[in-house]
C-alpha cells in the first residue's frame, strides 16, 4: 500500500494503454466497420443475383437494410470502435445480432425467412464477419512484431 502522495507514473491516464496493434486497431475502426457494411452488401447482392432478383442498387439496399442496422446497433452495444478487430466477444456478438436482429426484421417487413435462407444467412455473415477480423488480427499482430525499420536518409 502506497501511503506517500507520490504518483505512480509521470504519463498522463491512459498514454501507456495496450499494444502498438491494440492502438492501430481502435484508430483503424472505421475501415473495420465499412467493411462490415460492405460485406453486409455483397451478401445481399450475392442472394439478389443467385436468386434472379436483379442487381439494382435501390433492390441491394433495401435487402441489405436490416442486416446493416443490426450490425450498426450491434457495434453500438458492444462499443466495437475500443476493439473492432476483436473476434471475441465484440466480433461474435456482432455476428450472431446482425443475423438474429435482421432475419427478425426481415421477417416482420414480410420478407423471405425460409430455414435454409436462416443457415445461409448464418454461415455467410459469420464468414465475412469473422473473417476480415481473424485477417485483420493477423495482419496488425504481424506488423507490431516486425515493425518497418527507420529509414536513414
Same mark, same amino acid.
Given at each position: *500500500?502506497? *501511503? $506517500?502522495?507520490?504518483?505512480? !507514473?509521470?504519463?498522463?491516464?491512459?498514454a501507456?494503454?495496450?499494444?502498438?496493434?491494440?492502438?492501430?486497431?481502435?484508430?483503424?475502426? +472505421?475501415?473495420? =466497420?465499412?467493411?462490415?457494411?460492405?460485406l453486409?452488401?455483397?451478401?445481399?447482392?450475392?442472394?439478389?443475383?443467385?436468386?434472379?432478383?436483379?442487381? /439494382? %442498387? $435501390?433492390?441491394?439496399?433495401?435487402?441489405?437494410?436490416? #442486416?446493416?442496422?443490426?450490425?450498426?446497433? /450491434?457495434?453500438?452495444? *458492444?462499443?466495437?470502435?475500443?476493439? +473492432?478487430?476483436?473476434?471475441?466477444?465484440?466480433? %461474435? &456478438?456482432?455476428?450472431?445480432? $446482425? %443475423? /438474429? /436482429?435482421?432475419?427478425?426484421?426481415?421477417?416482420?417487413?414480410?420478407?423471405?425467412?425460409?430455414?435454409? #435462407?436462416? =443457415?445461409?444467412?448464418? @454461415?455467410? @455473415?459469420?464468414? #465475412?464477419?469473422?473473417?476480415?477480423r @481473424? %485477417?485483420?488480427? &493477423? &495482419? !496488425?499482430?504481424?506488423?507490431?512484431?516486425?515493425?518497418?525499420?527507420?529509414?536513414?536518409?
Open positions: *500500500m502506497n *501511503m $506517500t502522495n507520490t504518483p505512480r !507514473s509521470a504519463e498522463p491516464a491512459g501507456s494503454r495496450g499494444t502498438a496493434a491494440s492502438r492501430a486497431q481502435r484508430r483503424s475502426w +472505421p475501415v473495420l =466497420l465499412g467493411a462490415d457494411l460492405v453486409i452488401t455483397i451478401f445481399a447482392a450475392l442472394g439478389r443475383q443467385s436468386h434472379e432478383h436483379g442487381l /439494382a %442498387v $435501390t433492390g441491394i439496399l433495401l435487402t441489405a437494410l436490416p #442486416f446493416i442496422l443490426t450490425c450498426l446497433a /450491434a457495434w453500438a452495444v *458492444m462499443r466495437a470502435w475500443r476493439r +473492432p478487430g476483436q473476434l471475441w466477444p465484440a466480433g %461474435v &456478438v456482432i455476428w450472431l445480432s $446482425t %443475423v /438474429a /436482429a435482421g432475419l427478425g426484421i426481415r421477417a416482420l417487413a414480410g420478407g423471405g425467412t425460409a430455414p435454409s #435462407f436462416q =443457415l445461409v444467412t448464418l @454461415l455467410v @455473415l459469420g464468414a #465475412f464477419l469473422l473473417g476480415h @481473424l %485477417v485483420w488480427h &493477423v &495482419v !496488425s499482430r504481424r506488423g507490431a512484431q516486425n515493425p518497418r525499420p527507420e529509414r536513414i536518409n
